[in-house]
């Protein structure tokens, strides 16, 4: 019984490492590389590290619109909370100056996080990636192949039209909100970005969908569609032989254990 379930535990690995192969023979195809090359293993200190690429800061004139923002925010704010307090709760001097002074330390907290979260934001334009980083307290660290992109739009809302700038939303297949959201980037520079990851997202395409890869791909799944019917068949003509060699014992056995059907013949008759 383990002689047969053996066969099928080796198939249900065997896809999976096949698939393996595949996805990493499709990567060094999208790199340019060989195959072969792509089973090299690398040392730990060889390893590239997302801090030692050097990224991009966006433009300088996003932290001017961002504190803008925040200042017109927090003084509306402020307004509201202030009419609200003294003239419609008719709450006394005494101790609306407490609660507005918290409220007012509150929103300074906020405009500095959004301020610091605006300088905090870089990218990077690689050969095979765009990268993007983010984050004050709270660190975010995007990477978006381009076999994986595919749309780009830029938009530009009324504040963002009055500093010249753009935000590029990068979104990747199968997702409904876009990947990488990037802000703060000077017209010109947007758009010229725009046209070079649809560029790079069209080659990475061509590479991923040419002739060689699709062969590769289609012998691989043959592969791994054939290697576990192949178990399974040597697995069922095992089990099939063991029950026969179970079963024939059984058969003879029944066949001694029958009664004889033929009658004895009958004693003569003596004659007196």
């Known amino acids: 019984m383990e002689d047969s379930i053996k066969p099928h535990a080796e198939s249900a690995t065997q896809p999976a490492s096949l698939a393996e192969d595949v996805q990493t023979q499709a990567h060094a195809l999208t790199q340019g590389l060989p195959p072969a090359l792509a089973h090299a293993k690398q040392d730990e200190t060889a390893w590239l590290s997302f801090d030692q690429i050097p990224l991009t800061l966006v433009d300088e004139r996003h932290y001017s619109q961002v504190m803008g923002e925040s200042i017109i925010g927090s ?12 003239l419609v709760a008719t709450v006394p001097l005494l101790i609306a100056l407490p609660i507005l002074s918290a409220l007012a330390l509150v929103l300074s907290t906020i405009c500095y996080f959004r301020y610091a979260h605006a300088k905090s934001i870089g990218y990077g334009v690689c050969e095979n990636e765009l990268l993007m980083q ?13 076999t994986r992109l595919q749309h780009i739009s830029l938009s530009q809302g009324p504040i963002e039209r009055k500093f010249g700038l753009h935000t590029l939303k990068c979104f990747s297949a199968g997702s409904g909100s876009a990947e990488i959201e990037l802000p703060g980037l000077e017209s010109r520079t947007a758009e010229k970005l725009r046209q070079h990851l649809l560029a790079k997202a069209g080659i990475a395409s061509q590479t991923v969908n040419s002739p060689q890869a699709q062969e590769l791909a289609a012998e691989s799944v043959q592969e791994a569609v054939a290697a576990p019917e192949d178990n399974s068949i040597n697995g069922t003509e095992a089990n099939s032989g063991a029950k026969a060699e179970n079963v024939t014992p059984h058969t003879v056995t029944t066949e001694a254990a029958q009664p004889s059907t033929e009658s004895a013949p009958l004693p003569a008759k003596s004659e007196r």
């Open 75 to 86: 003084l509306v704010l402020l307004t509201l909370a202030s009419l609200f307090i003294i």
């Open 134 to 146: 983010k984050g004050v307290i709270w660190f975010k660290r995007v990477s978006l192949p381009y």
